[in-house]
C-alpha cells in the first residue's frame, strides 16, 4: 500500500462547476501538504500549501487538512477550461530532508 | 530567475547506451531531486542529495547514478539505458529556509529507449 493513495480519475466536468479532489495517507507524521498543478507536458506546479490541519482559501481554490481523518481536500470553484491538468497532492513528515511523498495525480478536463 | 533548468529536453538512445541528464537551479537551494513519471505511476524519486558533495537512493534508483559536485548541478547517469528508462525526467529543487518545503520542478526531459 502506497503512503498516499489519490483516484487518478479521470474526472470531467462541465465549466462552472464546483470541483472536488482528493488524497488519504496513511503515515500520521505528515505535517505539510501540498497540491501541485501539472498540465499536459510540463512540470507540476505549486498551487496550495498548508500546515497541519485547517483550511486554506486562495482565490477560487481551497484547500482542507483532517489529519484525524489522514485525508486532505482540494476544491475549485466556477472551474474554468484553464483548471484542466493533472493535480497531484504531496506531504511531508516534519524531519529534515525534505523528501515528498506524492499521489499518483488526479487527471481534470473542464470542458466549455 | 530561470528556476530549474534541465538539459535535454527529449533524446532517443538505443539500449545500451549511456547518456547524463543535467539540472541547474539558481535559487541556492540545499536540496535536489530526480523523478521519473510514468503513466498511471505517478512520480517516483529516483536519487536525492541533501547538499553539495552528498547523494541517497529514493524509491527506484536501479541502473541510475548522480553525482552532485556544485551546489546548483545535479547530474543524473544512465550507464546502460534499457527501454524499461523510456520515461519523463523531472528535476526539482527545495529549501529549509522559513520551514517550508516546497519543491521547484524543472520541465522535463522525455527520453525514450529503444
Known amino acids: 500500500q502506497k503512503e498516499v493513495e489519490q483516484d487518478p480519475g479521470p474526472l470531467s466536468v462541465p465549466e462552472g462547476a464546483i470541483v472536488s479532489l482528493n488524497c488519504t495517507y496513511s503515515n500520521s507524521a505528515f505535517q505539510y501538504f501540498m497540491w501541485y498543478r501539472q498540465y499536459s507536458r510540463k512540470g507540476p506546479e505549486l498551487l496550495m500549501y498548508?500546515?497541519?490541519?485547517g483550511n486554506k482559501e486562495d482565490g477560487r481554490f481551497t484547500a482542507q487538512v483532517d489529519k484525524s481523518s489522514k485525508y486532505i481536500s482540494l476544491f475549485i470553484r466556477d472551474s474554468q477550461p484553464s483548471d484542466s491538468a493533472t493535480y497531484l497532492c504531496?506531504?511531508?513528515?516534519?524531519?529534515?530532508?525534505?523528501?515528498?511523498?506524492f499521489g499518483r495525480g488526479t487527471q481534470l478536463t473542464v470542458w466549455p | 530567475n530561470a528556476g530549474v533548468t534541465q538539459t535535454p529536453k527529449f533524446r532517443v538512445l538505443k539500449t545500451g547506451q549511456s547518456m547524463t541528464l543535467l539540472c541547474a537551479q539558481d535559487?541556492?537551494?540545499?536540496?535536489m531531486y530526480w523523478y521519473r513519471q510514468d503513466p498511471g505511476m505517478g512520480l517516483r524519486l529516483i536519487h536525492y542529495?541533501?547538499?553539495?558533495?552528498?547523494?541517497a537512493k529514493g524509491e527506484v534508483p536501479d541502473g541510475y547514478n548522480v553525482s552532485r559536485l556544485k551546489k546548483q548541478n545535479f547530474l543524473l547517469g544512465l550507464e546502460s539505458a534499457a527501454p524499461s528508462q523510456t520515461s519523463v525526467y523531472f528535476c526539482?529543487?527545495?529549501?529549509?529556509?522559513?520551514?517550508?518545503?516546497?519543491?521547484?520542478f524543472g520541465p522535463g526531459t522525455r527520453l525514450t529507449v529503444t
Open positions: 535559487m541556492n537551494h540545499e536540496y
Open positions: 526539482a529543487s527545495s529549501s529549509r529556509r522559513n520551514q517550508r518545503y516546497e519543491q521547484y
Open positions: 542529495s541533501v547538499g553539495e558533495g552528498t547523494t
Open positions: 504531496a506531504m511531508i513528515p516534519d524531519s529534515t530532508l525534505g523528501r515528498l511523498y
Open positions: 498548508t500546515y497541519s490541519s
